[in-house]
C-alpha cells in the first residue's frame, strides 16, 4: 500500500493536534484549579471561524484590526485544524492575594473583574500546546484572533474569560511565516 503525503500528513496534523489539547490540559495551573477547556476544530466549524474572522474585520475596517483578522482568516483558512484553548472565569481563591487589584476574591467578584491567574493559566496552557506542535514539527502559531472568533462563535462548549486559537498545518513552508 502507498500512503501519498498530503493524506498522511493531515493525519499527523490531526494527531498532534490531540496532544496538544492533552498538554493545554495537563499545563500548570494555579493551586491546581482546572479551568481550561480544549477544542480540536476542523471542517466546517474550522471555516465557520474564518468567516467569522472576516465578520469581525469587517467590522473594523481600514483599521490595523481589520489587517490582522483578514490575515489570520487566511491563516486558518491554510491549517488542516485548529487547537482551541480556553479559560474559564474561576477564581483561584488565594488570600491573600490581590493581584487582580482587589483586596480580595470576593471584592473582585463583586466589581465585576476576573481572577488575573485565569489568564496566566491560559498563557501556560496554550504555551504547552505549541510545544508540543513545536517537538514533532508541525507549524502552529497562537492567535487572539482565533480565541477572539471561537468564542464569539460558542464553539469551546460553554462561557470562557478568554481564549485562544492554535491552527495547524504541515506544509513544505510555514504558512504562517510571511505574516506581513
Not at 161 to 168: D, E, K, M, T
Request: hydrophobic share 45%; with cysteine; charged share 20%.
Amino acid at each position: 500500500m502507498i500512503y501519498e503525503s498530503d493524506s498522511i500528513e493531515k493525519e499527523a496534523v490531526l494527531t498532534v493536534a490531540k496532544l496538544m489539547a492533552a498538554a493545554a490540559r495537563t499545563a500548570p495551573k494555579t493551586r491546581g484549579v482546572d479551568n481550561i477547556v480544549t477544542r480540536v476544530i476542523d471542517g466546517e466549524e474550522k471555516d465557520a471561524v474564518a468567516a467569522e474572522m472576516r465578520k469581525i474585520a469587517a467590522e473594523h475596517e481600514g483599521s490595523s484590526t481589520e489587517r490582522t483578522y483578514l490575515r489570520d482568516a487566511g491563516n486558518v483558512d491554510a491549517s488542516v485544524c485548529v487547537v482551541c484553548v480556553g479559560a474559564l472565569d474561576r477564581s483561584a481563591g488565594i488570600v491573600p492575594c490581590g493581584v487582580c487589584g482587589f483586596a480580595d476574591c470576593a471584592a473582585s467578584k463583586a466589581a465585576g473583574a476576573h481572577c488575573a491567574f485565569n489568564y496566566s493559566d491560559l498563557g501556560t496552557a496554550a504555551c504547552s500546546a505549541a510545544a508540543v506542535a513545536a517537538a514533532h514539527h508541525v507549524d502552529n502559531r497562537i492567535m487572539n484572533t482565533v480565541g477572539m472568533a471561537t468564542k464569539r462563535l460558542g464553539l469551546f462548549g460553554q462561557p470562557v474569560l478568554h481564549g485562544y486559537g492554535i491552527p495547524v498545518s504541515a506544509k513544505g513552508k510555514s504558512v504562517y511565516f510571511d505574516r506581513g
